[in-house]
């Protein structure tokens, strides 16, 4: 799977800037990872909110605004999925907002960027010391997501995978166990899926679980618990049964380990720059130069 740096390398490659609107473009780290991107000829930014912030907030920066557009609105997640669903920008990002008002907008059944699938934020983690590079899904947006819906997750981290360079990919379905227990109903969902991988269900992939963080994770803990499998120590992507365990998981690591990370929206009309508005300016330019990545794979 291509790392950040392979990732940058591609998007330098990029003939035509993309056109990408920032929901709430008076955020530093927004303003600055915009700015780098479009130097790298990556991007054409939009920027939505209130101008008058966000040229004050550019001016303090010293960031030059020139090659932006901004859209002055008291409505920036509106205005940004409108010009998403306009074909005014071939991207979303998710900028100095709350979550649930951009969501709001994306998920408008009329005017959203709804697609009928699971949408889903999948998080590409690289831990350099140990040479991994592996997606983590669902780690933003389905609560408790049902079989059928976590197929489809199953699904969006085999594109995912593909869009990265991984042809057939290897899959671990999360749990707190490696065994089947009726007391723990996502080993028994984990179960039903690789059932429907061996029927063929999800095309050309391999699909193992359930599986805990360190079976999926790290080969010497399969020989240590016996416990053998294509995944085991070698998953590409982690599908965890429900908004908990990802999340707690996935901020556990970008926390406390050295690492790379960065996160998109799947399931989506177009893809959608999605991580927190607690991120550092370098996590900001990894989402899109997965984004990139993302959208040149259509």
């Known amino acids: 799977m291509k790392t950040f740096r ?23 780290t927004v303003l600055e990872a915009l700015s780098q991107a479009a130097s790298r000829g990556w991007v054409k930014p939009i920027l939505t909110g209130d101008q008058r912030e966000i040229e004050t907030l550019a001016a303090s920066l010293a960031i030059d605004l020139n090659g932006f557009e901004i859209i002055d609105t008291p409505e920036p997640a509106i205005t940004a999925v409108q010009a998403v669903v306009e074909k005014r920008a071939r991207l979303l990002m998710k900028g100095q907002i709350p979550t649930p008002a951009l969501l709001k907008a994306v998920l408008n059944d009329e005017e959203g960027l709804t697609t009928g699938r699971v949408i889903c934020q999948m998080v590409l983690m690289e831990i350099p010391r140990d040479n991994r590079v592996f997606l983590m899904t669902d780690t933003g947006i389905c609560i408790q997501p049902k079989l ?28 707190a166990s490696e065994k089947i227990n009726e007391k723990m109903p996502e080993t028994i969902d984990a179960e039903k899926l690789v059932a429907q991988a061996a029927r063929g269900d999800f095309g050309a992939c391999r699909v193992q679980g359930p599986l805990s963080f360190d079976l999926a994770y790290a080969a010497d803990a399969g020989s240590k618990k016996n416990i053998e499998g294509d995944v085991v120590g070698s998953a590409d992507a982690m599908v965890f049964p429900d908004l908990l365990s990802a999340n707690l998981t996935v901020k ?23 991580m927190s508005r607690a991120d550092r300016t370098p996590t900001r330019l990894n989402s899109l130069a997965f984004a990139i990545a993302m959208l040149n794979h259509e």
């Open 6 to 28: 392979e990732l940058y390398v591609q998007a330098d490659q990029t003939k035509e800037p993309i056109s990408v609107v920032a929901a709430g473009g008076a955020d530093q």
């Open 148 to 175: 059928s819906q976590k197929a489809d997750l199953v699904m969006h981290a085999i594109e995912t995978c593909d869009a990265l360079g991984v042809c057939e990919p290897r899959i671990a379905l999360m749990a």
């Open 252 to 274: 556990g690591i970008m926390y406390t380990a050295d690492c790379h990370f960065g996160g998109v929206l799947c399931g989506t009309s177009a893809p959608v720059v999605f």
